[in-house]
């Protein structure tokens, strides 16, 4: 079943809608930006190619039709629904503008890309290596473009504003701690030249992203990088003590080979934090309260998509993001907005915890930038964001088809 590759043989239904996914994050990995202040033709190109890989009978499907059976897809219809009823109406209330209500509502839709595209995956599993060398990818190109843009001080597929935080993307730190993962377990598979070989290799490529994050010293996702190791190595020592010890052994040595300073990294990145501390993280939730506790209709509903607020974190500017996932859709959606974001992504954990317990690798890269970006960073904004849960499903259902996993 998997001999055939996704463009060659018979092509069908399914066929069309996954090659379609496969260009519409091609495109974007080249040409697209994770926030873009205007919509170009990239952004219609990508649009049109996403719609087509959903399909509008599964668009439909997504908003009549329940499914009880799986908490993570009912709390995710309602949290859908909710959405794309009551913050447009508080938005309108509010005069928000047309524009930015869009331009929240876009990446809301792109939160549901699990529900939308899953069924795809379900009828043809052994697409989702496709898949998923696409978002990896989207990855690595990302890395690659930060760096070039920032060695020659121009960008040279987009304007530097649209793509100054390319390195923060998900897929950015998800394609760096995969390729890790898979070098590391060829070591584990047997010490030979050719999975040396295959391992120095695949570290080299992971250097992309981890001089891009460097380079910005993005500290979450570089202490992600320190922890999924330690993780990993001590997951194998338990495994296999001896061939844990030869990897450690290895990635040692090459550590030594091509002269990677963490102290000059250490210290860079402990210098940051000291002068900009937590980076009016705090501050900005105490903001967002200050304004959804001042109006119990705020508080219910929120003040529509395209809301904004004056940001401690950017200066006193008016933006409308915050840095964290859940007081973003405070502000936006209200605390029924939140209760319903809660359920569906504590379904979507629950799916990720099995895995992580079904293949470790592959489960604890999808988790590190998932969480940072509730959390830590706005790029859940980001089609990014959506694929990466988009392969919390899909894996599951991969694993399951090839592994005989329940």
């Not at 069908?12 to 930006?33: E, H, N, Q």
């Not at 047309?98 to 876009?106: E, G, N, T, Y």
């Not at 194998?236 to 091509?258: D, E, N, Q, R, W």
């Not at 998509?305 to 502000?331: C, D, E, I, R």
């Amino acid at each position: 079943m998997c001999g055939e590759g996704i463009f060659l043989g018979r092509v069908d239904f399914y066929d069309y809608r996954t090659i379609c996914l496969v260009f519409a994050c091609m495109t974007y990995a080249v040409f697209g930006s994770p926030t873009p202040d205007n919509i170009g033709v990239a952004e219609v190109v990508i649009g049109i190619l996403l719609a087509l890989s959903i399909g509008a009978g599964r668009a439909h499907d997504v908003f009549i039709k329940s499914d009880k059976t799986k908490f993570w897809k009912s709390s995710g219809q309602v949290f859908l629904i909710y959405g794309m009823s009551i913050p447009i109406l508080a938005g309108a209330v509010y005069g928000n503008g047309f524009s930015a209500m869009l331009r929240d509502i876009i990446p809301f839709l792109f939160l549901f890309l699990p529900m939308f595209l899953l069924p795809l995956l379900r009828a043809r599993p052994y697409y989702f290596r496709s898949i998923l060398f696409a978002i990896l990818m989207i990855g690595l190109l990302f890395a690659l473009r930060s760096l070039m843009m920032r060695i020659y001080d121009r960008c040279l597929f987009a304007c530097p504003d649209e793509l100054l935080y390319l390195e923060n993307m998900p897929t950015v730190l998800f394609a760096c701690l995969l390729i890790i993962g898979v070098a590391m377990s060829f070591i584990m598979r047997g010490v030979t030249m050719r999975n040396i070989a295959i391992f120095s290799a695949l570290i080299m490529v992971s250097l992309i992203p981890i001089v891009a994050m460097v380079t910005t010293l993005q500290r979450a996702s570089l202490g992600a990088v320190a922890l999924y190791v330690v993780i990993l190595q001590c997951y194998f020592f338990y495994k296999s003590p001896a061939k844990a010890a030869l990897l450690f052994l290895i990635g040692t040595l090459f550590v030594f080979i091509i002269n990677i300073s963490f102290s000059s990294v250490f210290y860079d990145l402990l210098s940051k934090t000291q002068n900009v501390g937590l980076n009016m993280r705090p501050q900005e939730f105490v903001a967002i309260w200050d304004i959804v506790s001042g109006d119990p209709l705020a508080f219910l509903f929120g003040i529509g998509w395209g809301g904004q607020f004056y940001s401690p974190a950017v200066g006193g500017l008016s933006v409308n993001f915050t840095h964290n996932f859940f007081t973003t859709l405070l502000l936006k959606t209200g605390i029924i907005g939140v209760v319903a974001c809660i359920a569906y992504i504590v379904g979507l954990l629950e799916r990720l915890l099995r895995v992580i317990f079904k293949n470790p690798i592959l489960g604890l890269a999808l988790a590190a930038p998932i969480l940072i970006d509730l959390t830590l960073y706005a790029s859940f904004k980001s089609l990014d964001f959506g694929l990466v849960l988009l392969l919390i499903s899909g894996s599951l259902v991969y694993l399951r088809d090839y592994n005989n996993e329940s």
